[in-house]
């Protein structure tokens, strides 16, 4: 499982998925790999998305995940059909789903959970 952004928020969540048994693969930015978590750690968001079905990214803000996701050797390039991306970040939801981004390739349809209560 892809894990990027193992900050203040995303370490202790990417702790747990290992404790529960998932593997963590991620690339480091600002934040060093905790001692207590066990991941690997490749050179790229790409080649996470080539690795893993699942990537989760957790950012501080909506420029860090277009970059992630969209940026060079980003997501976006390692990403295939069938592979989901989930996006936990603090940010707007909308952002990251603009249209002129999602047609650049047709692996990905953008999904929304969002409760309008």
């Given at each position: 499982m892809g894990f990027i952004g193992l900050g203040v928020m995303g370490a202790p969540m990417a702790r747990h998925l290992a404790g529960a048994g998932h593997e963590i693969?991620?690339?480091?930015?600002?934040?060093?790999l905790s001692t207590d978590l066990k991941a690997s750690v490749v050179t790229?968001?790409?080649e996470v998305a080539r690795i893993c079905e699942?990537?989760?990214t957790m950012l501080p803000d909506?420029?860090?995940?277009?970059?992630?996701?969209?940026?060079?050797s980003g997501v976006l390039e390692g990403i295939s059909a069938g592979k989901l991306v989930?996006?936990?970040s603090s940010i707007s939801p909308i952002a990251p789903a603009r249209?002129?981004?999602?047609?650049?390739?047709?692996?990905?349809?953008?999904?929304?959970?969002l409760s309008r209560s």
């Open positions: 693969v991620t690339v480091l930015n600002r934040s060093p790229s968001p790409a699942i990537i989760i909506t420029p860090d995940v277009e970059r992630v996701l969209f940026g060079s989930i996006d936990m249209p002129e981004r999602a047609a650049r390739t047709p692996t990905i349809r953008p999904s929304f959970g």
